[in-house]
């Protein structure tokens, strides 16, 4: 694997379409999204990676299910506990809850998981985290990737933290900082189920996990009247 061409290459394909977004110029989620994954595909065909650089061995995959599995586990339960809380059920009350079930059915299966779970987790513990590792070793792959995972979210948080009436109103400055620093971490556990299991499955069903049980937890809250 030529992991610098690899690293450096990914890179600016992140920034391009960073850029993109925040000028309105990237399209709906599904172009973008397509945009990304062929775009990162490519860089990794010519960078040489393998398989298992990227985290695709079919050998890996039962370490992957079992890993994703445990990771699902516990975003589930970290999520009953805060719906059931006062002090952090109003975090979870969030205007994109306010969908009826198709539309849930829809933004899991599609939105969360074909259109950002996979091409994220493709691109950030895929080909970035299989270039990164590398080049500096598993942990300070782990910290560049994970730094880039954060910074990736501060378009998106600046432009839906209107949706949640919790950060509404809030400083934008600490909101976007808030977010970064969770992603981050995320990236962080998300990193290490993949180097763990060796598998690209297991952070894709963790990032899944994470954001569409997010989403449903937040769809009961509203509908049973938060």
């Given at each position: 694997m030529r992991a610098g061409r690899c690293?450096?290459?990914t890179v600016a394909v992140l920034v391009a379409v960073t850029a993109a977004r925040a000028a309105g110029l990237a399209g709906p989620l599904p172009v973008y999204a397509a945009v990304l994954t062929a775009a990162l595909a490519l860089v990794a065909w010519w960078s040489r990676a393998s398989a298992a650089d990227l985290g695709l061995r079919l050998e890996d995959l039962p370490a992957g299910l079992r890993y994703g599995g445990a990771a699902f586990g516990l975003v589930l339960a970290a999520l009953l506990v805060a719906a059931a809380l006062p002090l952090t059920r109003g975090f979870l009350h969030d205007a994109r809850g306010e969908i009826d079930a198709g539309q849930l059915a829809y933004e899991l299966g599609v939105t969360v998981v074909l259109l950002t779970a996979?091409?994220?987790?493709?691109?950030?513990?895929?080909?970035?985290?299989?270039?990164a590792v590398r080049l500096w070793g598993p942990w300070r792959g782990t910290l560049v990737t994970s730094?880039?995972?954060g910074l990736w979210h501060v378009?998106?948080?600046l432009d839906t933290m209107g949706?949640?009436?919790?950060?509404r109103g809030g400083s934008p400055v600490l909101v976007v900082l808030g977010a970064?620093?969770?992603t981050f971490v995320a990236g962080l556990a998300f990193a290490?189920?993949?180097?763990?299991?060796?598998s690209l499955l297991a952070p894709v069903i963790a990032h899944a996990a994470t954001n569409?049980?997010?989403?449903?937890?937040a769809w009961v809250v509203v509908h049973a009247g938060g």
């Open positions: 690293f450096v290459l996979v091409p994220e987790e493709f691109a950030f513990r895929g080909v970035l985290l299989g270039s730094v880039l995972f378009e998106p948080t949706d949640n009436p919790a950060v970064v620093a969770v290490w189920l993949r180097l763990r299991s060796r569409g049980l997010g989403l449903a937890v």
